[in-house]
């Protein structure tokens, strides 16, 4: 089955620094989601895209996906406090025995120290 | 309303006990899942319902038993547990289950077996 490759694996850095993560994988994607998890609660989404190619903002969120639709990074721009969470790529793909499966990268954990 | 709600937030029980988990969409989604989620690691897949019907199980345990009375409801019975079970199980919904959907997930139910 398909497998993503999600680094780094931790990120500890000082507010309002920029944070880029990134996941990698052999298969190609059809979607990537990017969700952040805190401590106790489900994953929220934060960005979707659909398309090779794809720039997405939301807020100081940007996600792109990319043209060979194998990756996929998201950058934090000005980082505060309330960014600390575990970030999560993960990939839907159509076709074989995984049709309609959601494929989660390993998390990255992000400390920001104030 | 983005909101898919789970009930109980938490739950400890022991091994020889019968318990339910519950989950509610009001959405519209079609497709309602299941995942189990250790600390610190990515959710795992166990059950996708499409039109509510079984789609997917995921070897699931036959000690975790899946029901979705209707399109906004879903249930996760569960029975004879073991210690290894516990963990956060969330549960998800999308518009319908092609692989190009976003999923939303609940904040989950913190599952202790003793």
């Known amino acids: ?114 | 309303d983005t909101e898919v709600t789970q009930t109980p937030k938490h739950l400890v029980m022991g091994m020889t006990n019968k318990k339910s988990l519950k989950c509610e969409q009001h959405m519209g989604h079609r497709a309602m899942y299941w995942y189990k989620q250790k600390a610190k690691k990515p959710p795992e897949l166990m059950f996708v319902y499409s039109y509510e019907k079984l789609s997917i199980n995921e070897s699931v345990p036959s000690r975790f038993s899946p029901e979705c009375p209707n399109s906004s409801l879903l249930n996760l019975h569960l029975h004879a547990l073991q210690p290894e079970d516990s963990a956060l199980y969330l549960c998800a919904s999308s518009y319908s289950d092609r692989p190009n959907e976003k999923l939303f997930f609940g904040s989950g139910t913190q599952l202790s077996v003793l």
Request: with cysteine.
């Open chain 1, 1 to 114: 089955g398909q497998q993503l490759n999600q680094s780094p694996q931790s990120m500890f850095i000082q507010e309002g620094e920029d944070v880029s993560m990134n996941c990698t994988s052999s298969s190609i994607f059809n979607t990537w989601l990017w969700y952040k998890q805190e401590p106790g609660e489900g994953p929220v989404l934060l960005i979707a895209l659909y398309k090779a190619g794809e720039l997405t903002s939301n807020g100081r969120l940007t996600a792109q996906f990319g043209i060979t639709r194998k990756d996929s990074f998201l950058n934090i721009s000005a980082s505060i406090p309330s960014d600390v969470g575990i970030y999560f790529c993960a990939g839907l793909y159509a076709g074989g025995t995984s049709y309609g499966k959601l494929t989660f990268g390993q998390g990255t954990i992000l400390t920001v120290h104030p």
